[in-house]
């Protein structure tokens, strides 16, 4: 707080209540909660002027006497409180609770995975951080910090970062072990300490409920900057070194250090020697169980062992339903460790990778419902619609030629609802569309990074004065939480296959004017690789012959094309067509059915004669009889 909020004790009625507070907190510090009650009664019956910071370590204590689980009812007490519509109370009073206030609601906020609201919260607090009391400035700071990186907004993180090392002194210009300091190895590996609710305190020098702490882990406020700083640094792929302190919050960050430079071996190897340190210590809780085995599955996701991933999170799944069976009883703190969706979203891209369609839509479900503006979320999920289907159809490859027509042109597929969450393709138009329109949207406002010149140009001009501006105007492209922010390479590829996913699964429907736009956009898109421009010319080909449009779609289905693609980009991709050689027999095919449907029959008949690969063999067989049956009939009719 400001000096006003401290004045000197002059009255002897300030000595009879600055020893009521500290009683109280003494009590409140002793978990006598009902004690402690008391004492703040007798403040406010003595006509204690600071009304509204009673009533606010009052709610506060109500909440921890509870079991520190009815956050909701002291959320409300925080909201009347931070209005600051108290009849009598005096400016410096008001304000003092109601930053106190304003702090605890974000807070709540946080560790209810609420961040955005929590971000909201804090602003008028982080505005003014250069005014509020140094201890209540670094835990600001220290929440401020924790959302930003909680959100993926990693580049305002490390200028918010710069800020409080160069102007407000907060942190140490160079990250160093702090012996006196280091965190309790039973806590949580992420590297982040979570901040409690509020408590009342008293101080030997101001007057009392005129000063309070806003966290029981304040004397830690230093260290979780510190290791906040380090994860800052980290993430951002600086140069750092991660002191050796034996605990696994450091040991962690270094895992993390080896996975960020791909060396997964020696991240792998960091996580289990916390394991294995922590189980002899005895200070393994189900948190840290499900950090250890989360990070492990996502370390053997990344080399592609997807079976042993999945099993890892399962495991860490496991872990995270024992921490948080019921979360309607359980403590912010605990709320605060749950990663259920994180987990379930890693288990789904493993369960895609092994084509567990089923498995892996059902694991996508939770992730949606807090995750809803990620388009790669979407997307994911209506992977898992598409091989669904796929799996569902893989036994009727070997119909025939008519029969395929046939069915295409009757549409088999039953009216279903699109809101239905169902791995069925009238669910994945929906997730397409959903994924279509916010990856257009985040396209339209992605923001491209400054160089590091011009960064290090605009710190070395820019005024003390200006310095809080420079970081809050940093952006970054975090637009698929939980995922990292992504690059504009990465969007135009997601943009891409979403193109490519939406044109198959309106062909699948029948749908054949969307498929041709689809596949139309998926070819004017940037950067646009091998595979996609094969499929966007294979997918407007058909829509074009399913229209009755074969002229049309020759244009599409010529094999020059074919001449500019780099083998390479089709055979490291995880579909059917491994080779050159096999793209060309499907072109060639799709070619032929055109000239088919043109009556130009000796034409298609020479194409067929020339595949041979066993993707299209067997369809090509079917073909060239019906060709040949045709031309037959057809030299028939002319004798």
């Known amino acids: 707080m400001d000096t006003a909020d401290s004045p000197t004790k002059t009255q002897p009625s300030d000595d009879e209540n600055y020893n009521l507070l500290c009683q109280a907190h003494e009590q409140f510090n002793n978990a006598e909660y009902d004690r402690c009650l008391e004492l703040l009664q007798q403040l406010e019956t003595k006509g204690e002027s600071s009304g509204l910071i009673l009533r606010h370590n009052r709610a506060v204590v109500n909440y921890y006497k509870g079991g520190a689980i009815q956050h909701l009812a002291l959320l409300r007490e925080l909201e009347q409180l931070s209005d600051g519509k108290a009849v009598g109370l005096t400016l410096k009073h008001a304000g003092s609770a109601i930053t106190v206030a304003r702090y605890n609601k974000a807070v709540i906020y946080y560790h209810r995975h609420m961040y955005g609201t929590a971000l909201e919260r804090l602003a008028p607090l982080v505005t003014r951080l250069e005014a509020l009391e140094k201890h209540m400035a670094a835990l600001v700071a220290t929440l401020q910090l924790q959302l930003l990186l909680a959100t993926n907004q990693l580049n305002r993180a490390e200028a918010f970062l710069d800020y409080l090392q160069y102007k407000l002194n907060l942190v140490a210009s160079a990250p160093t072990p702090n012996p006196a300091g280091n965190p309790n190895p039973s806590e949580e590996a992420a590297a982040i300490a979570a901040a409690t609710v509020a408590a009342a305190a008293a101080s030997s020098e101001g007057t009392p409920a005129l000063e309070t702490t806003v966290a029981r882990v304040a004397g830690k406020s230093d260290c979780t900057l510190q290791l906040l700083q380090l994860l800052t640094l980290v993430?951002?792929?600086?140069?750092?070194?991660?002191p050796e302190d034996g605990s696994p919050h450091f040991a962690a960050l270094k895992a993390q250090k080896y996975y960020i430079m791909k060396d997964f071996q020696m991240a792998g190897k960091q996580l289990t020697r916390i394991n294995n340190e922590c189980n002899l210590a005895g200070t393994m809780t189900p948190e840290l169980n499900a950090v250890i085995a989360n990070n492990m599955g996502v370390i053997q996701l990344r080399v592609r062992h997807y079976a042993i991933a999945v099993k890892f999170f399962q495991r860490a799944l496991q872990y995270d339903q024992e921490l948080a069976g019921n979360l309607r009883q359980s403590s912010l703190q605990t709320m605060s460790a749950a990663r259920s969706c994180e987990i379930l979203y890693n288990m789904g891209i493993s369960n895609l990778h092994l084509r567990r369609s089923k498995d892996a839509f059902q694991c996508f479900i939770l992730p949606l419902k807090q995750y809803q503006s990620n388009p790669r979320l979407w997307f994911r999920m209506a992977e898992a619609c598409i091989m669904e289907d796929e799996s569902k159809l893989r036994g009727d490859e070997r119909q025939t030629f008519e029969s395929a027509m046939n069915s295409s042109i009757s549409k088999p597929y039953a009216a279903q609802s699109t809101a239905v969450p169902e791995p069925t393709l009238q669910f994945a138009t929906l997730c397409l569309r959903n994924a279509l329109s916010l990856a257009r949207q985040y396209k339209a406002t992605f923001h491209m990074a400054a160089s590091t010149d011009e960064v290090l140009d605009a710190k070395d001009a820019a005024a003390a004065s200006v310095q809080q501006?420079?970081?809050?105007?940093?952006?970054?492209?975090?637009?698929?939480?939980?995922?990292?922010?992504?690059?504009?390479?990465?969007?135009?590829?997601?943009?891409?296959?979403?193109?490519?996913?939406?044109?198959?699964?309106?062909?699948?429907?029948?749908?054949?004017?969307?498929?041709?736009?689809?596949?139309?956009?998926?070819?004017?898109?940037?950067?646009?690789?091998?595979?996609?421009?094969?499929?966007?010319?294979?997918?407007?080909?058909?829509?074009?012959?399913?229209?009755?449009?074969?002229?049309?779609?020759?244009?599409?289905?010529?094999?020059?094309f074919m001449s500019s693609l780099n083998a390479l980009d089709l055979e490291t991709r995880d579909w059917q067509l491994k080779s050159l050689e096999a793209a060309q027999n499907v072109v060639r095919y799709n070619l032929a059915v055109a000239l088919t449907l043109q009556n130009d029959f000796q034409a298609a008949k020479n194409l067929l004669a020339s595949l041979s690969h066993p993707i299209v063999s067997n369809k090509a067989q079917i073909l060239h009889r019906y060709v040949e049956i045709k031309m037959n009939a057809a030299s028939s009719a002319l004798n």
């Not at 993430?235 to 991660?242: D, F, G, H, M």
């Not at 749908?511 to 139309?520: F, G, P, R, S, V």
């Open 235 to 242: 993430l951002n792929r600086k140069p750092v070194v991660i």
């Open 469 to 560: 501006q420079l970081w809050s105007q940093q952006q970054d492209n975090n637009f698929c939480n939980p995922s990292k922010p992504i690059s504009l390479e990465s969007l135009e590829n997601m943009l891409a296959a979403i193109y490519a996913a939406h044109s198959f699964v309106s062909l699948r429907l029948g749908d054949y004017i969307t498929a041709l736009e689809m596949a139309k956009q998926l070819l004017q898109s940037e950067r646009l690789s091998d595979a996609h421009k094969l499929l966007g010319n294979m997918y407007a080909g058909e829509a074009l012959i399913m229209m009755d449009k074969a002229p049309e779609a020759r244009e599409y289905l010529e094999p020059n």
